[in-house]
């Protein structure tokens, strides 16, 4: 299996556009998560699917941001309009309960964002 | 939610073990405690995972007391690839889990 495939890795954006990030999961894998991370922050969990399902988004930082799972091998966080304080890198992760346990999410590269 | 405490950093030398020890006071029954590790411009990688005593596998040892409010991860003889940042998670429930990565721990080997 490739893993789990992120797009873009670099994104470059102006203050007030909107970004898109994708992420396709592990095939078979149940559960999706995107995070972020910064220096100052560390690693945030944001929202996690279960089945294309949003089980927990309490970690979406505010209204701007969004995702969607549209069907099991894809999901999208949308950001609109994006702000410098959004500047971070984000994960994706993907993960089957029950093969190894609850938590063995296997992660992607990563999208690096940088809003100017 | 159980929160983990970790060190912020660790120094070490090619050869020696390292162990680190996370704490998760309000750990809760049906919960799984997960290693991670971190290189620069990647994202996390799997190391070990258990429940409760000891567990190991061809990378670390993870040692669990019997009132799993701690955990402490064993790296055996490292080397300077093992420099990275190492993440202790306690994972909250069964289907609806709150994950709870801890601040992460900054290992450095040096030669």
């Known amino acids: 299996d490739a893993g789990v495939i992120q797009s873009p890795r670099h994104e470059v954006t102006e203050m007030g556009q909107e970004v898109t990030l994708r992420c396709k999961p592990i095939?078979?894998?149940?559960?999706l998560f995107w995070y972020r991370q910064t220096m100052m922050r560390g690693l945030e969990l944001l929202i996690y699917?279960?089945?294309?399902?949003?089980?927990?988004d309490s970690g979406m930082p505010e209204d701007r941001f969004s995702a969607k799972m549209p069907n099991a091998s894809f999901s999208t966080l949308k950001i609109q309009p994006s702000e410098p304080r959004d500047s971070a890198v984000y994960f994706c992760?993907?993960?089957?309960?029950?093969?190894?346990?609850?938590?063995?999410?296997?992660f992607g590269p990563g999208t690096r964002l940088t809003v100017l | 939610l159980a929160k983990t405490t970790q060190p912020i950093s660790m120094d070490s030398y090619e050869g020696q073990e390292v162990n680190i020890t996370c704490s998760h006071n309000?750990?809760?029954?049906?919960?799984?405690i997960t290693w991670y590790q971190q290189f620069p411009s990647q994202g996390p990688r799997f190391i070990i995972q258990?429940?409760?005593t000891k567990v190991t596998n061809e990378v670390a040892s993870l040692f669990i007391p019997a009132d799993r409010k701690s955990s402490t991860l064993s790296l055996p003889r490292v080397s300077l690839s093992d420099t990275a940042v190492y993440y202790c998670?306690?994972?909250?429930?069964?289907?609806?889990?709150?994950?709870?990565f801890g601040a992460g721990t900054t290992v450095t080997v040096r030669a």
């Open positions: 992760a993907s993960s089957h309960y029950g093969r190894e346990g609850p938590d063995t999410q296997y």
């Open positions: 095939s078979g894998h149940d559960y």
């Open positions: 699917f279960n089945n294309n399902v949003p089980i927990d």
């Open positions: 309000n750990i809760a029954t049906n919960d799984y």
């Open positions: 258990g429940y409760k």
């Open positions: 998670l306690v994972g909250q429930g069964s289907n609806d889990y709150k994950l709870s």
